[in-house]
């Protein structure tokens, strides 16, 4: 039962319809926004919080 594979053709056919609803320069500004929302998520899973890495990156400046 191999109902949910996913081929070549089937990656390039939806590579295509994505450059074509948002163009060739928005990409690049969609993937960076989708890897910084994935290391949000791995940092979030790892126990390791933003606001921490904040406060300690003022303290040593102060």
């Known amino acids: 039962m191999t109902?949910?594979?996913?081929?070549w053709a089937e990656i390039l056919l939806i590579a295509l319809i994505v450059l074509l609803?948002?163009?060739a320069k928005k990409i690049p500004e969609l993937m960076?926004?989708?890897g910084k929302g994935v290391k949000s998520f791995k940092d979030?899973?790892?126990g390791t919080?933003?606001?921490d890495d904040l406060n300690k990156k003022n303290e040593a400046k102060e």
């Open 3 to 7: 109902i949910l594979t996913i081929g």
């Open 21 to 23: 609803l948002f163009g």
């Open 32 to 34: 960076k926004g989708l």
């Open 44 to 46: 979030g899973m790892n």
């Open 49 to 51: 919080d933003d606001l």
